[in-house]
């Protein structure tokens, strides 16, 4: 059976028929997955929030308070990150929750996120983070070894922290590391990066980037404590999107082009199966070709189908912490090559100092 | 109405090790599970009169607190605060539990109880108006408060005012009042009659001890009270007692800067904040000798100070 969270994502209606138990666990569920400003869109979408018995409506009710102070909070650093970054002559190019949410795209409704993605090309770095230090961001890992991982082998600069505001801000300048074995370009990803209309100085990648960037930072990343979350994205993104003509037809072409099938099979292999999203049968068949074997797959469906229910006592089994494990291993493997990932969980494990430890 | 007190000690550890004690509190359920036997008897003690509500229910808060495992079960154990499986805060020796308990049950509420304006002061009712006392620790807030209760005044909360934010009312949450240090043993002096937690000693904030809230205050927690004053208290050894009218812009400021949840609220927040200061005469207080303030406070809630 699968999880209460779920059930009510795929068909809110659900809610009607629980007691307070199931209210209790419903609320649970969806804090742990960090969905629970979702769960209050999907109930007020759906015409259902005033049917919500008074304690759990009160807990909603916080919620929509909490939700809309972080996007206050957010839009105001966008904007203090742009007068940063004003005068470099880059578009602001925002990725993931920030984008969705200056977007005004239905992914960024009840979506919170702790740090502001960007992207900006590698060349211009130095000057994008000595304009971010000008205006209060410091780099947050001081430990030469964090700051070697960082620069030469991610695809990122540590995280920065605003001194006074204590918000971070991570500048990316590709969307997968400098090690792992495939490297979507760029210089594509912002060739065609699109202006956010009536925000002339902010841009996002385009609709299909945006579904691929999704794609790859759940499936290709080895932490999934906010693995639904994520798979939410992706089913908010492709329904939102794929109304639009030519988007579907475009997708597998250019995951193709920027070497990101696999991740794509994935989304398009789990959205439908967790939470019912529909996409068009031409459209599998196109992505077909991008999964692993059979064994490989069979594997998979297993891993996922664990790794991708809510961080929760009451959806976990006997199995989930060794999925969870499993996958983070291969989220490792997928981002350097085996001697390199090797030296660094050495590292990791017996070098870093504890206090290290913890803040990475 | 089941009470913790008339649970046995049996009966309550097997509650709290197992599917969990369900204790109101205010306006809130919390579910607490727990299986550090220390932390028990504060619990019974400190406790005793509030309701027990059955197993099954919705609840607000789901807290954990577990004895460290392994090695450190048996040197140097810790206690580790779990709030639905996540783990906030790093964990603290053992001998804290109870004081950890008291800080993250107030921490589910100001981190989440948007519903409220939540003021970190305490307040107490007499007469029906309340007075709020805002406060940083070290002003004597809850060394007064702890006075104030053994006579005859209601305690709403020692920690957190919480205002609702529909209507301005403050709602109770008579918890356990947090004395420190010094604070101990003067009101062991004035109040032989309080029950008190047993001292637990190098806590962040010096030496730790809870007073029982008063049965009376409990019994009407669901009662709210209309805010009258705002008294912000200031301790200062042989000081002569003074009350000082402040200003209604500066108090505002002064309680804003002491709300937890003001920035979340917005403009929310705003309106209900100065729902609360037009509803209230504002003033400082200094004062060195806890029979003087009490009598001061007397004639301050009929409005004759």
Known sequence: ?360 | MLTVGSLSRAELAARLSGDGLVLRTGPFINRIRSDVAPLIDSVALMYADYPVEPVGGFVDFHLELRRSGGLRRWYKSQVHFAYDGTTPFQPLPLAQAYPMLEWTMNWCVSHRAHGYLIVHAAVLEKHGRAIILPAPPGSGKSTLTAALLGHGWRLLSDEMTLVRLDDGVVVPLPRPVSLKNTSIDIIRAFRPDAVLSRPVEETTKGTIAHLKAPGASIARALEPARPACIVFPRWEAGAAIALEPLPKARAFMQVADNCFNYQVLGARGFTALGGLIDASDAYTFRYSSLPEAMALFERLVLGDA
């Open chain 1, 1 to 360: 059976m699968m999880p209460l969270l779920i059930r009510v994502l795929r068909d809110p209606g659900t809610v009607q028929g629980l007691d307070d138990a199931g209210w209790d666990l419903l609320l649970r569920q969806a804090d742990a997955a960090n969905l629970d400003a979702y769960l209050l869109v999907l109930l007020e979408d759906a015409g259902l929030l005033d049917a919500v018995p008074a304690a759990p409506r009160a807990h909603l009710e916080w919620t929509r308070v909490g939700a809309a102070a972080h996007a206050r909070a957010a839009r105001y650093e966008v904007r203090q990150i742009g007068r940063a970054l004003d005068g470099l002559g880059l578009p602001l190019i925002l990725l993931k929750g920030a984008a969705y949410a200056m977007a005004g795209l239905d992914a960024g409704r009840g979506r919170l996120f702790s740090d502001i993605d960007i992207l900006v090309p590698k060349a211009r770095l130095p000057e994008v983070e000595a304009a971010l230090m000008m205006h209060g961001w410091i780099t947050t890992h001081h430990d030469a070894y964090d700051q070697r991982y960082y620069r030469e082998w991610m695809h990122e600069l540590p995280p920065m922290q605003h001194a006074r505001r204590g918000n971070s801000i991570d500048v990316h300048h590709a969307i997968l590391p400098e090690t792992a074995p495939v490297r979507p370009d760029p210089a594509r990803l912002c060739a065609s990066a699109r202006p956010i209309p009536g925000e002339p100085h902010l841009a996002t990648l385009s609709p299909a980037d945006m579904v691929l960037h999704s794609a790859v930072h759940l499936f290709f990343d080895g932490e999934f404590d906010k693995g639904l979350r994520d798979l939410v994205d992706l089913h908010r993104l492709l329904t939102q999107f794929g109304q639009a003509p030519g988007f579907w037809e475009a997708l597998p072409a250019r995951a193709r082009e920027l070497e990101l099938g696999r991740p794509l099979f994935y989304a398009l292999r789990y959205c439908p199966r967790l939470l019912g999203t529909v996409v068009p049968p031409a459209v599998q068949a196109a992505v077909a070709s991008e999964g692993p074997n059979a064994a490989l797959l069979w594997l998979m469906d297993r891993l996922f189908a664990r790794a991708l229910l809510p961080l929760h006592a009451s959806c976990a089994d006997a199995a989930s912490g060794a999925a969870r494990f499993a996958l983070y291993v291969r989220g490792n493997w997928l981002r350097m090559p085996p001697l390199l990932l090797a030296r660094h969980l050495f590292h990791k494990a017996f070098l870093s100092g504890k206090s290290d430890t913890q803040a990475a």
